[in-house]
Each structure stands twice: as C-alpha cells, then as structure tokens.
C-alpha cells in the first residue's frame, strides 16, 4: 500500500498556520476510573497533530466529547485529559469550563502562539449530536482554520465534526489523514492475495462490511459468536450459543456468493465450549461436529487457528474485525491471541478495525508488529462498508 497515496483531502500540512488560531477536533474520548484516565492512547494518538500546529506557530483550540453525558455531568469533564495533554505536551493545558460562550470566547482570544486550550465536554450540549448550526458558529468563533483529526467520530456528522466546516476552512489532521489511508487503500485496491479476517458478537453488525469486501476478498476468515449462525447454516448443531436465527439465510447465502466467486472461505472446524461464560466455567474444545446440547461455544480452537494461519500464509493484506472468541475471559482469549500471534507473524499488510479487536491485539503485546491498527472502532467499520464519512466528506478537496 504506497505511503503516498492521498486521500483527496487537503491536510494540516497544506494550510500557513503561523500566528493563526487553530480549532482541533480531537477524538480523546479515554476510559476513566473516576478521574484516572486508564488508558491513553486516544490521547497520544492526537499528539502529532497537536505537535505540527504548535510548532508551526499556531495556538490551538482543542475539543472533544467524552462518554455519553445528557446535559453537564461532572464526572466526563475533560480536566483529567487537559493534565495528562500538559505532561504529554510539556506546557500548561487550560480548560474552558464551557465550550462555548463567552468566557470560552475570551479564552480563544487571548492566546498566544504556542499556546493550547481545551475547550470542555461538547456533549455537556445537546445541540453537538443534533449538529446544530448556531452552536457551530459558536464553537467556530475566533479560530481561523478547523482540523478535523477525530477519525474515531468521523462517521457521526455533528457539530464538531460537519457543522464547523460550514464556517472555516476545514482540513484533515494527521491521524485523521494516516486512517482514511489506510482503510480507503484496502476497500480501494489492496495487495493481493487479500483476506478478511471476520469476528465478533453479531453477525448483523458485520453483514454490510462482508458484503462490500466480499467481491474483492480472495480467503475469508470467520470466527467468534458470528461464526456460530454460520456453522448453523452448514446445518451444524450449536447448542446454547449465541445465534440470530433471522441471519441464518443471509450467512447461506453469502457462503453461496463466496463459492461463485472463488473465495477461500473458511469456518472453525474445531471450537471451545462450555455450559457458562465465566472465568471458572469448565471448557473443553470440540470437533465443530460435536457441540454437545447445552453447551455455548466461546471461541475457536487451536486447530483453527493452524487451518486459518494456512490459509493466510501466502496472502498479502490482511484486515481483522472483530474477536474470535469472548477474549475478555482468558479461557475464552486463545483463538483471538492465536490470531493475533499468527498475524504478527506474516510479512502482509495487516490492518485491524474495530474497538475490541484493537483491545485483543494490545493485549498481545504485539501491536508494534501490525501494519495499522485503527483508532476507530464503527468509523472503521462504516469505511470497510464503503460509505463515506461526513467527518471526512466534508473537509476541502485537493485541487491540481
Ligand atoms: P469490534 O469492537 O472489534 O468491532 P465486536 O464489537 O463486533 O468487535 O465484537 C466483540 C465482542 O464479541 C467481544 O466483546 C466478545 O466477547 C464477543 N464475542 C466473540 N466471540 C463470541 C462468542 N463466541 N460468543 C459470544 N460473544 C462473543
Ligand atoms: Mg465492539
């Protein structure tokens, strides 16, 4: 996949920022245990961006949401990210306590370059989910240029992430810019052989993303809860596992399309299983063909992840969406860490979408060995649909 390939999109790199205001929309949206933020990723993820601004000589206006507030809840405040940005960024990080209004306007007003200020929760407003235009306007005062780095609300078209471009010049940040590359690459024109690698709870979920691979796929992987409607619809029992009847015709028929086309498909031939999921329940793996009644399947086994390691030996790009087991529970987490072992091994392009599927592979310890790992679960996931992003959609074109 070249490293040159743009994504039509003007960037941060294309815009004179020297002695500009600079409203960023950051995804820093990080778990927190009261006010300690527990992992920061997102929060380093955005660095970059931050980073080439500053040092650009702009002075930055950071935004974000953070959880799921309805109204101002304390508890999401950004002030534990507006520390952790000082220590990671080496200044001080002021947080507007509103993100509009007056005081958050005097605040925009009086910075410096070099300086940075975090503007609080967006969605302490409910006009942020309804993109609202006034609020817009409002969230776009005082700044000059809009960067859009949030690949991981770039599927949502609010006001931070549509409603804004409607008022500034508005251009991709550099996280933003190295997502939209990658995934657009694999829905575009992947190295070949490509293979999909295809896990998780529901099938449903997954449905419209299999369908707009499938024509490009040469091998298809399926794994976890998902896998289960598909051995059903092979006519294997399943037991007590997690299955949605209603998706058993379209798994037939996805199989049958797959066939046609030439595809590799390939299902667990051996899974693990037990009565509960829980940490202490007894497991035992099984021949696909041997699901005793009552019993859930919970992963795949280690024969399967050999087979699907086979299959992938020879291809060139891989993507991996969703877990192959309930990994959250470690006799469940074998297959999905199998997987990830195996990929990590492959000389491939291996991108992976999807929040717990990211989570999978930093348990492994072996994200360093992946070609991209996204920062955003369903924005990924709507990209491998093929469906635009108004996140992204709405930034300026490149113009030759
Ligand atoms: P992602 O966030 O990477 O897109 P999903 O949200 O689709 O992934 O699915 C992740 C969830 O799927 C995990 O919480 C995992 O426990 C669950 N899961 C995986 N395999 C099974 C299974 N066999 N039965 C029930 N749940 C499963
Ligand atoms: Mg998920």
């Given at each position: 996949m070249s490293e040159q390939l743009g994504i039509g999109k003007l960037t941060t790199r294309d815009i004179d920022v020297a002695g500009k205001t600079v409203l960023v929309r950051a995804d820093l949206n990080v778990p927190l245990d009261g006010d300690r933020i527990t992992d920061d990723t997102r929060i380093r993820g955005s660095l970059p961006t931050i980073r080439l601004l500053l040092e650009s000589g702009a002075a930055v206006v950071l935004c974000s949401h953070l959880g799921r507030p309805k109204g101002v809840t304390p508890e999401l405040s950004l002030g534990p990210v507006a520390k952790r940005l000082g220590e990671l960024l080496s200044t001080d990080v002021e947080l507007s306590?509103?993100?509009?209004?007056a005081q958050a306007r005097a605040l925009v007003d009086s910075l410096e370059p070099g300086n940075v200020l975090l503007l609080e929760n967006?969605?302490?407003?409910?006009e942020e989910v309804q993109n609202d235009s006034t609020f817009s306007r409002q969230l776009a005062a005082g700044a000059d240029f809009f960067v859009n780095d949030a690949f991981g609300a770039a599927h949502r078209a609010h006001a931070s992430t549509e409603g804004v471009t409607h008022f500034l010049p508005s251009v991709a940040g550099l996280l933003m810019e190295k997502e939209v590359r990658y995934l657009s690459a694999l829905v575009a024109d992947p190295p070949r052989p490509f293979a999909a690698l295809v896990g998780g709870a529901k099938v449903s979920t997954k449905i419209p993303a299999l369908r707009h691979l499938l024509p490009g796929l040469n091998v298809l992987l399926v794994g976890g809860g998902m896998a289960n409607t598909f051995l059903k619809a092979q006519g294997h029992a399943v037991g007590s596992s997690l299955v949605e009847d209603d998706q058993v015709e379209i798994a037939v028929q996805i199989l049958a399309d797959a066939g046609e086309k030439g595809v590799n498909v390939r299902l667990p031939v051996d899974v693990v299983v037990a009565e509960r999921m829980a940490e202490d329940a007894r497991v035992e793996t099984v021949a696909v063909s041997a699901v005793p009644a009552g019993s859930m399947i919970l992963d795949v086994g280690p024969q399967t992840v050999e087979d699907y390691g086979q299959a992938l030996a020879p291809t060139a790009t891989v993507v991996w969406n969703g877990p192959m087991g309930v990994f959250e529970m470690s006799p469940f987490a074998g297959g999905s860490l199998g997987m990830a072992r195996v990929l990590s091994e492959l000389s491939a392009v291996t991108v992976v979408g999807g929040g717990e599927t990211a989570a999978v592979v930093a348990i492994s310890g072996l994200?360093?060995?992946?070609?991209h790992i996204s920062t955003g679960g369903g924005a990924s996931l709507e990209m491998l649909e093929g469906k635009p992003l108004p996140g992204v959609s709405s930034l300026m074109d490149v113009t030759n």
């Amino acid at each position: 996949m070249s490293e040159q390939l743009g994504i039509g999109k003007l960037t941060t790199r294309d815009i004179d920022v020297a002695g500009k205001t600079v409203l960023v929309r950051a995804d820093l949206n990080v778990p927190l245990d009261g006010d300690r933020i527990t992992d920061d990723t997102r929060i380093r993820g955005s660095l970059p961006t931050i980073r080439l601004l500053l040092e650009s000589g702009a002075a930055v206006v950071l935004c974000s949401h953070l959880g799921r507030p309805k109204g101002v809840t304390p508890e999401l405040s950004l002030g534990p990210v507006a520390k952790r940005l000082g220590e990671l960024l080496s200044t001080d990080v002021e947080l507007s306590v509103d993100c509009v209004g007056a005081q958050a306007r005097a605040l925009v007003d009086s910075l410096e370059p070099g300086n940075v200020l975090l503007l609080e929760n967006l969605r302490f407003h409910p006009e942020e989910v309804q993109n609202d235009s006034t609020f817009s306007r409002q969230l776009a005062a005082g700044a000059d240029f809009f960067v859009n780095d949030a690949f991981g609300a770039a599927h949502r078209a609010h006001a931070s992430t549509e409603g804004v471009t409607h008022f500034l010049p508005s251009v991709a940040g550099l996280l933003m810019e190295k997502e939209v590359r990658y995934l657009s690459a694999l829905v575009a024109d992947p190295p070949r052989p490509f293979a999909a690698l295809v896990g998780g709870a529901k099938v449903s979920t997954k449905i419209p993303a299999l369908r707009h691979l499938l024509p490009g796929l040469n091998v298809l992987l399926v794994g976890g809860g998902m896998a289960n409607t598909f051995l059903k619809a092979q006519g294997h029992a399943v037991g007590s596992s997690l299955v949605e009847d209603d998706q058993v015709e379209i798994a037939v028929q996805i199989l049958a399309d797959a066939g046609e086309k030439g595809v590799n498909v390939r299902l667990p031939v051996d899974v693990v299983v037990a009565e509960r999921m829980a940490e202490d329940a007894r497991v035992e793996t099984v021949a696909v063909s041997a699901v005793p009644a009552g019993s859930m399947i919970l992963d795949v086994g280690p024969q399967t992840v050999e087979d699907y390691g086979q299959a992938l030996a020879p291809t060139a790009t891989v993507v991996w969406n969703g877990p192959m087991g309930v990994f959250e529970m470690s006799p469940f987490a074998g297959g999905s860490l199998g997987m990830a072992r195996v990929l990590s091994e492959l000389s491939a392009v291996t991108v992976v979408g999807g929040g717990e599927t990211a989570a999978v592979v930093a348990i492994s310890g072996l994200a360093e060995r992946f070609t991209h790992i996204s920062t955003g679960g369903g924005a990924s996931l709507e990209m491998l649909e093929g469906k635009p992003l108004p996140g992204v959609s709405s930034l300026m074109d490149v113009t030759n």
